[in-house]
C-alpha cells in the first residue's frame, strides 16, 4: 500500500478518535479482508468500527454506518444486521440498496469533505443486481439534501466538519463543483434509466 494512503488512513483514525472516543468509547481500526462493527460487550475494551484491508474508502463507509445506527444498534455485532451476501438477485439487491442509501449519502459527503472520489457501491459482483440506476439516483439526491437543504445533522455533521477542518478543504470551496457535478449526474442518471425502460419495454 503507498505510504501516502497509510498515513491518510492513519488521519482519519486520528480525528475519528478525537471527535467521538470521549462520549462514544469507540475507536477505527485497520482489519482484515471484511469490515464488522464489534461492540465493547465483545471486544472486551472499546467499541471497534474495523474497516477492510486498511483502504481509505472502507473506513469511510464504515463510518458512515455508524453514524446511521442508533444507540441500540450500536450495542450489536455488525449493529444487528445480516446481509444477503454477493451473489443477490434482483430483489434482494433491491432490499440491500434499501438499507445503504443512506450509509452511502454520507460516504459521499464524507468523500467530499477529504477531496478523494466516491463511487456507488452495488456490492454484488456475482450477482444479478438487475438496473441500479434509482439506487444511485436516490444517493445523490439524498447528498444533495444533505449538503444544501441542512438535513446533515448529528454525528454524521460532526464528522463532516471535522474532516473539512483536518483536510483544510472548507465546504465553501467547493459546494458550487460538488452541487453542479451531483445535478449533471443526476440528468445523466434520468436519460440512462429512461433508456433502459424503454430498452426492457420493447425486448
Known sequence: ???SEYQSCEQLIAVFEEVFYTDYQTRLVRGGDEPIYLPASLTGTTNQIVFARGFFSSGLHEIAHWCVAGAERRLLED???WYVPDGRNE????????VEV????YEQCFALAVGRPFNI????LNGKPGATHAFEMEVHRLTLALLFDAKLTGRAKQFFDALC?????PFAAWQSTAYKRLKNR???LETSLEEWKH???FE
Not at 165 to 169: G, I
Open 79 to 81: 449493529f444487528g444486521y
Open 199 to 201: 430498452s426492457e419495454h
Open 186 to 188: 443526476l440528468a445523466e
Open 1 to 3: 500500500m503507498f505510504d
Open 121 to 124: 457501491s452495488a456490492d454484488n
Open 165 to 169: 477542518v483536518a483536510w483544510q478543504n
Open 91 to 98: 430483489a434482494q439487491q433491491r432490499a440491500f440498496e434499501k
Open 102 to 105: 443512506y450509509p452511502q449519502a
